[in-house]
């Protein structure tokens, strides 16, 4: 299983980016997709995540409103829409994978595949 991270890059304060995560190697899209990401100094932290079946999406406080997490289940792929870009939002953004559906979606350590990181800075 192979998660593909793309889209960061430098961004002024109030702007906006997307991330792309596309996932291979599975059978099928039965799986429950995170954003998580981490800045210099900083554990890991939970972004944003969908579910698989229903689309149900789960935000941080700290984005909620701002950001946007969807799915194409026909292309494997996990977006996060990102706007209204903030400094404290630099960090290297990475992508998970849940298979088992895990009631605890905020916690890093129940999702089995992740993606190599994208980084975002958000500066002027």
């Known amino acids: 299983v192979q998660l593909q991270a793309s889209g960061g890059g430098l961004v002024q304060p109030g702007g906006s980016l997307r991330l792309s995560c596309k996932v291979s190697g599975l059978t099928s899209n039965h799986f429950d997709m995170g954003w998580f990401r981490q800045a210099p100094g900083k554990d890991r932290e939970f972004v944003a995540r969908?579910?698989?079946?229903?689309?149900?999406?789960y935000y941080a406080d700290s984005v909620k409103g701002r950001f946007t997490i969807s799915r194409d289940n026909a292309k494997n792929t996990v977006y996060l829409e990102m706007n209204s870009l903030r400094p404290e939002d630099t960090a290297i953004y990475y992508c998970?994978?849940?298979?088992?559906?895990?009631?605890?979606?905020?916690?890093?350590?129940?999702?089995?595949?992740w993606g190599q990181g994208t980084l975002v800075t958000v500066s002027s």
């Open positions: 998970a994978l849940d298979p088992y559906s895990y009631s605890d979606y905020a916690r890093p350590t129940n999702y089995l595949y």
């Open positions: 969908i579910g698989w079946n229903t689309g149900r999406t």
